[in-house]
C-alpha cells in the first residue's frame, strides 16, 4: 500500500460517506445499480467511500453482489 492510500485509510475519506446500517439499508439498491453499469457514485453518493473503508461492508458487499450476479446469470 503507498503512503497516500494508507493515510486516506487512517483519515478517512474527503468526500460524505454513510456509516455501517445506512450502509446496510442502502447496499442491496447499490448493488442493482452496479450490475445496470449505472453510475453509483451519483446515484448513493458516500457508499463507495464507506466500502473502502470498512472491511465488513466491503465482503457484505462482494458476497451480495456475486450472488446477484449469479442470479442475473441464471441457470447454467
Known amino acids: 500500500m503507498n503512503g497516500d492510500a494508507e493515510l486516506e485509510r487512517l483519515l478517512g475519506p474527503r468526500e460524505r460517506e ?10 442491496d439498491r ?10 453509483v457514485d451519483a446515484r448513493i453518493p ?5 466500502l473502502r473503508g470498512c ?3 466491503r465482503e457484505e458487499h462482494e458476497s451480495l453482489r456475486a450472488l446477484l450476479a ?6 447454467g
Do not use: I, N, W
Not at 454513510?18 to 447496499?27: A, M, P, R, Y
Not at 447499490?30 to 453510475?39: A, C, F, K
Not at 458516500?46 to 464507506?50: D, E, F, R, S, T
Open 70 to 75: 449469479d442470479d442475473a446469470r441464471g441457470p
Open 30 to 39: 447499490y448493488v442493482e445499480l452496479e450490475l445496470e453499469g449505472q453510475d
Open 55 to 57: 472491511p465488513a461492508c
Open 18 to 27: 454513510v456509516g455501517c446500517e445506512e450502509c446496510f439499508d442502502l447496499l
Open 46 to 50: 458516500g457508499l463507495a467511500a464507506h
